[in-house]
C-alpha cells in the first residue's frame, strides 16, 4: 500500500504553468557559439543540477554522475580530441554536405564558461536492477533523461547548452580520469548567451528541415496509418 503522506493530486497546471512548460520545450536550443564568458551563478547552477538529478531513472538507479569542468587546461584537451574526431566526420560527408559540414559551428567547449560531463554507472543499482531485467539499456535512456531536464532547467534559468558529440569516448574518459566500465553519457557547455535561434540552428542553416509530426505516428502497428 502507498502512504498517504507520498501521495498528492494528479490534476491539471494551470493554463499560465501549462504555457510556461511547453514554451520551454519549444525554445530548448542546442548553442554552439553564442556564448557570453559571464559565469553561471553557483545558485542557478545549483537549481539546474536538481532538475537533472530530480530525472526518473530506471528502479531508482539514479545512474548518473556530472563532473563540472571550468579548468582551461582541461578544456583545451577536450576540445583537441573534438578536432581530431571532427576532421574525420567531416571526411564522411561527401560534395556539397562535407563543405556544408566544415562551416557549421559545433561546439563551444573553449568559449562557454562551464563544461559539464554527465555520465552512466552501468553498476549502480546492483547485479538486478527492477526495470533492466529484459532491457539493459534503460540506465542509459535514464541518464539521458537527465540530460533533457537539465537543458529543460537551463533555458528556465536563460542559460545556453550545447552538447558535443563529436569525440572518441576513450579520449574523453582519458583526459578526465573517468574509470573504464563508466560510460559518458553526454558532455555539454554551459553559458549565457547573446541569442537564441528561433528555430534549430541546423534547420536554419538547411541542413535538414523538421519532419511533419504526422508522417511519424503510427496506429497499432508499424507503419499503419493513423485514421482520420
Not at 530548448?28 to 556564448?35: L, P, S, T
Not at 535514464?142 to 558529440?165: D, P
Not at 528541415?209 to 496509418?225: G, H, K, M, N, Q
Request: include cysteine; proline fraction near 7%; charged fraction near 30%.
Amino acid at each position: 500500500m502507498k502512504p498517504e503522506a507520498d501521495t498528492a493530486g494528479a490534476g491539471p497546471f494551470s493554463a499560465e504553468e501549462r504555457d510556461a512548460v511547453y514554451r520551454v520545450m519549444r525554445e530548448r536550443r542546442d548553442v554552439r557559439g553564442e556564448f557570453l564568458p559571464d559565469p553561471v551563478p553557483d545558485d542557478v547552477l545549483r537549481r539546474i543540477l536538481e532538475a537533472a538529478h530530480a530525472a526518473p531513472s530506471v528502479g531508482l538507479s539514479q545512474p548518473w554522475n556530472f563532473i563540472l569542468i571550468r579548468d582551461p587546461d582541461v578544456r583545451t584537451s577536450v576540445h583537441e580530441a573534438f578536432a581530431k574526431a571532427n576532421a574525420e566526420a567531416a571526411d564522411m560527408f561527401a560534395g556539397e554536405k562535407g563543405e556544408q559540414y566544415r562551416r557549421l559551428k559545433l561546439q563551444g567547449i573553449l568559449e562557454a564558461p562551464l563544461n559539464i560531463c554527465i555520465t552512466c554507472d552501468r553498476s549502480r543499482g546492483g547485479p538486478v536492477v527492477l526495470g533492466r531485467t529484459h532491457q539493459n539499456d534503460t540506465d542509459l535512456y535514464s541518464t539521458v533523461c537527465a540530460v533533457q531536464n537539465l537543458w529543460l532547467a537551463a533555458r528556465a534559468e536563460g542559460v545556453g547548452v550545447g552538447w558535443v558529440s563529436i569525440f572518441r569516448e576513450e579520449d574523453v574518459k582519458d583526459i578526465l580520469g573517468i574509470p573504464p566500465e563508466i560510460r559518458i553519457v553526454a558532455y555539454l557547455c554551459l553559458g549565457y548567451v547573446k541569442t537564441l535561434y528561433t528555430r534549430p540552428e541546423l534547420e536554419a542553416r538547411g541542413w535538414r528541415e523538421r519532419t511533419p509530426l504526422d508522417e511519424l505516428i503510427f496506429a497499432d502497428r508499424w507503419s499503419e496509418p493513423v485514421k482520420d
